[in-house]
């Protein structure tokens, strides 16, 4: 028999028991839709998902055959907290070949995934009382990271006429004298807009004039589409290497979801305040996975190639058909694999239309509202041709009965 509840004191399995820090912690809207889209699939629903933040491919065998050969070889103990020693010199080398830096092992933290490295940086960077700068539309979690170390987010929109992509006036006028860090995040989830050199560069100035940290979130860096060119901050302007953290991973580049490896670069005393904080939550990112990670980092990268080029066919037959639907209108991405398109002109908000096209389409697009933007929802072209040309169809047909 269960004792009484003392009057006048709350439950403690009620709401009103949870850490006051959670009460604008939502749960994140695409991995609820990609959730929502697996149960209708799962209960004969011919649905077409377009919300996945994954590529559809699998793993490439020499990584799996390394996680493997791990587990076979019994290096399935801990680790040093921040991964071994030669994942670390790894992922240095890698950054350093890509961006021109002359990073050292001791400069990287391996991470369970980029989204723990984002916590991991919000974490040890900021504190209650500061406030971050966050451009619109942003990743989902970008928000949530930054509350949940006590921060403030401030957010400055990028326009559709400069390509989603954040003007230094914009930046400026959004900063005050509490304002600790910007976060840039190029190719963008979710507009896939790639930052040109020229506006990298005078977000460097306005960073290095106002003492701001920068959090640069380059996850998809190898996910660019020709003739653009993904160009890192670091490269762009040496100068700020000692203010900036680079976030990165191999989830996306290697189809490596599932595994969890993420990582920081940055100066020394941050990654290793990272560390000391990564010792008291997680530990080390799994063994198994951090010795797939090395066999990726430094195998055979025809995969990676293989992949952008399918994904490239795969935004021009989404992108050209969705601007071929009127009302819609979508931008050409230049990089990452998601499409951001305008729904505005159907005179509903993106949650209204995304509701519609899951329950009269079964298509299952992600609203703009989670990214900051209620006039467009995301599209991800991480899905086969087929699924593509067959969501353009229902969507052609649904547009067609609003008609009527």
Request: proline share 7%; charged share 20%; net charge neutral.
């Amino acid at each position: 028999m269960e004792a009484p509840q003392e009057e006048g004191k709350p439950d403690p399995l009620s709401a009103a028991a949870l850490a006051h820090r959670l009460s604008r912690i939502e749960d994140s809207p695409t991995l609820a839709l990609a959730a929502t889209a697996k149960a209708l699939a799962q209960s004969g629903k011919a649905v077409l998902d377009f919300t996945a933040g994954e590529p559809d491919g699998p793993t490439p065998t020499h990584i799996k055959q390394a996680g493997i050969a791990a587990i076979e070889a019994n290096r399935t103990k801990y680790t040093p907290v921040a991964g071994i020693p030669e994942l670390r010199a790894a992922i240095a080398a890698s950054v350093n070949r890509r961006r021109r830096t002359r990073y050292q092992a001791s400069n990287a933290i391996v991470t369970c995934g980029a989204k723990h490295a984002l916590f991991n940086a919000f974490q040890t960077l900021c504190e209650p009382g500061d406030e971050v700068i966050l451009i619109s539309p942003y990743w989902v979690s970008f928000p949530p990271l930054v509350e949940l170390s006590g921060a403030t987010p401030v957010i400055v929109e990028a326009q559709a006429s400069e390509q989603f992509v954040p003007t230094p006036q914009a930046i400026r006028a959004a900063l005050s004298d509490r304002t600790k860090a910007i976060v840039i995040n190029s190719p963008c989830n979710p507009t896939g807009a790639v930052i040109d050199e020229d506006r990298l560069a005078a977000i460097a100035r306005l960073a290095q004039e106002c003492d701001l940290i920068i959090i640069s979130d380059e996850i998809y860096d190898e996910l660019v589409y020709p003739p653009i060119q993904h160009r890192s901050i670091v490269h762009v302007a040496p100068e700020v290497l000692d203010r900036t953290v680079l976030i990165g991973g191999l989830s996306k580049t290697y189809s490596m979801t599932g595994w969890r490896m993420g990582y920081a670069v940055g100066p020394q005393p941050w990654i290793d305040a990272m560390i000391r904080l990564q010792s008291h939550s997680t530990s080390n990112p799994t063994s198994i996975s951090q010795y797939a990670a090395l066999a990726a980092l430094t195998g055979d990268q025809g995969p990676v190639e293989q992949m952008r080029r399918e994904f490239q066919q795969r935004r021009d037959r989404l992108v050209n058909g969705l601007n071929r639907l009127r009302p819609l209108h979508c931008s050409m991405p230049g990089g990452a694999f998601y499409a951001w398109c305008r729904v505005s002109d159907l005179g509903q908000s993106a949650a209204s239309i995304a509701a519609q096209w899951l329950e009269q389409a079964l298509v299952v697009t992600v609203p703009g509202e989670g990214f900051g933007c209620a006039d467009y929802v995301r599209f991800s072209f991480a899905t086969s041709l087929e699924t593509i040309d067959e969501g353009l169809r229902r969507l052609d047909t649904w547009l067609a009965s609003q008609k009527r």
